[in-house]
């Protein structure tokens, strides 16, 4: 019984059926095979209580956030800034194209926009400045996981709406391991044309004037970032309300900058509805599945065939860990994190482990699935913007990210301070 599940949704994946109709009749089918009640009848109220829940407001806000910042021409001031400070490390632009993403991150609160964003703007340089590149595609693909772990994550929003759990703590929980997983993707880039100079391409260097002068072009992100989580820890706004006050700051640079228009915010507007839609209607299958399964038993079954197994705590953890690695490299992020962490999150605190540490580790292993193949978002995010070659050229780019994001996730489970410190400090 609790293979059936996955074996349906794989074959409907590699069918190649959208997701959200995967999860839709993934529902259906174990709704007609396993119940005798017509559970598809209670769908409308599932959309209703769903599509008015006041947390999910912040995915369209966040996502018309990045929309104006992208248009607005301050994101690709922001990336030359970036290169400034960081062009001169072995990987010159490489490094910029983690920092941008780090960066834009913290105000997106998307992985995808994050990689469309800072690969629109960094594509281009490969050729101009002689990069090898499937790395340098691999460092955009792999910065932009970071959308999904740095604050203000719209990932760690779901997350606490589905478990139960404090969004203002696993902010908090994302800092550390965020900024220490960005070091990690440039060391790898250092160690690798350290390795290979000639993929580093042709060296940049700034001086300091030029630095100085550029610090202005970072303070706009940085700005919003702290309009934003600022006003969530000062009490001022919940989650939703500061993801709506990002979007008038936004509003606010864009005219400062004279890009303020009706057909700009047109346009911005009309990006998010197309991504919200999606995101909405992947949401709603996927909390549909979720009753279903519930309902069937499958939850109660996977809970007692975990525990049945007679392991002790870790080897359980390491065992969810390696069933979430393979999954991913089969489901879409968004799919994988409604579909499992409802299930998975209550038998890991049963067993001990805190819930917002979880939270982090799943993120992570959510990272890493975005940038494996088969279904890996972001390659195809950064194939569709080089618009020419194969798209094994990305995959194979973004494979050393995808060992560091191993070594990080064993640095989540050896050390859980890691994401715990700082929620510890402040709560």
């Known amino acids: 019984m609790v293979l059936k599940p996955f074996t349906i949704l794989l074959a409907l994946v590699l069918g190649a059926v959208p997701i959200a109709a995967s999860l839709g009749w993934l529902g259906l089918i174990l709704q007609y095979l396993e119940s005798p009640m017509p559970l598809h009848r209670a769908l409308g109220d599932m959309v209703w209580q769903t599509g008015t829940d006041f947390l999910l407001v912040a995915i369209p806000m966040f996502v018309l956030l990045g929309e104006i910042l992208l248009r607005a021409g301050i994101t690709e001031r922001m990336y030359d800034g970036i290169v400034k400070w960081l062009g001169w490390l072995p990987g010159g632009l490489m490094h910029s194209n983690v920092g941008s993403s780090a960066l834009f991150a913290a105000t997106s609160g998307s992985s995808v926009a994050t990689a469309a964003t800072i690969g629109t703007v960094a594509v281009p340089q490969i050729e101009k400045r002689g990069y090898n590149e499937n790395l340098f595609l691999g460092t955009i693909a792999a910065g932009g996981t970071l959308g999904i772990l740095i604050p203000p994550s719209i990932n760690l929003i779901l997350y606490g709406l589905l478990t139960d759990t404090s969004v203002p703590e696993l902010y908090l929980a994302g800092f550390v391991p965020g900024l220490i997983l960005a070091l990690l993707f440039m060391a790898t880039v250092v160690v690798l044309c350290k390795l290979k100079p000639k993929w580093g391409g042709e060296p940049i260097s700034s001086s300091w004037h030029e630095r100085i002068a550029a610090l202005p072009a970072l303070l706009p992100p940085?700005?919003?970032?702290?309009?934003?989580?600022?006003?969530?820890?000062?009490?001022?706004a919940t989650p939703t309300e500061a993801a709506a006050l990002g979007v008038v700051a936004a509003m606010v640079l864009a005219a400062f900058n004279k890009k303020l228009s009706v057909s700009m915010l047109r346009e911005a507007i009309e990006g998010t509805m197309r991504t919200t839609s999606m995101i909405m209607l992947i949401i709603v299958a996927a909390v549909f599945l979720n009753f279903v399964l519930s309902i069937i038993g499958l939850t109660q079954a996977l809970a007692?065939?975990?525990?049945?197994?007679?392991?002790?705590?870790?080897?359980?953890?390491?065992?969810?860990?390696?069933?979430?690695?393979?999954?991913?490299?089969?489901?879409?992020?968004?799919?994988?994190?409604?579909?499992?962490?409802?299930?998975?999150?209550?038998?890991?605190?049963?067993?001990?482990?805190?819930?917002?540490?979880?939270?982090?580790?799943?993120?992570?292993?959510?990272?890493?699935?975005?940038?494996?193949?088969?279904?890996?978002?972001?390659?195809?995010?950064?194939?569709?913007?080089?618009?020419?070659?194969a798209m094994v050229d990305v995959m194979l780019g973004a494979l050393p990210f995808v060992i560091t994001m191993f070594l990080m996730i064993a640095l989540l489970l050896v050390f859980p301070q890691i994401a715990l410190w700082l929620p510890s400090i402040i709560y």
């Open 222 to 236: 940085i700005g919003i970032f702290v309009v934003v989580v600022g006003s969530i820890y000062a009490g001022v």
């Open 304 to 389: 007692d065939f975990v525990t049945g197994l007679g392991l002790s705590p870790n080897q359980t953890m390491l065992l969810i860990v390696l069933i979430l690695l393979v999954l991913g490299c089969f489901m879409e992020t968004l799919s994988m994190l409604l579909t499992t962490a409802p299930l998975i999150t209550p038998i890991v605190i049963a067993l001990g482990f805190d819930g917002v540490w979880f939270g982090i580790l799943l993120m992570v292993l959510l990272e890493a699935a975005l940038i494996t193949p088969p279904i890996g978002i972001n390659l195809y995010v950064v194939q569709g913007i080089r618009k020419k070659g």
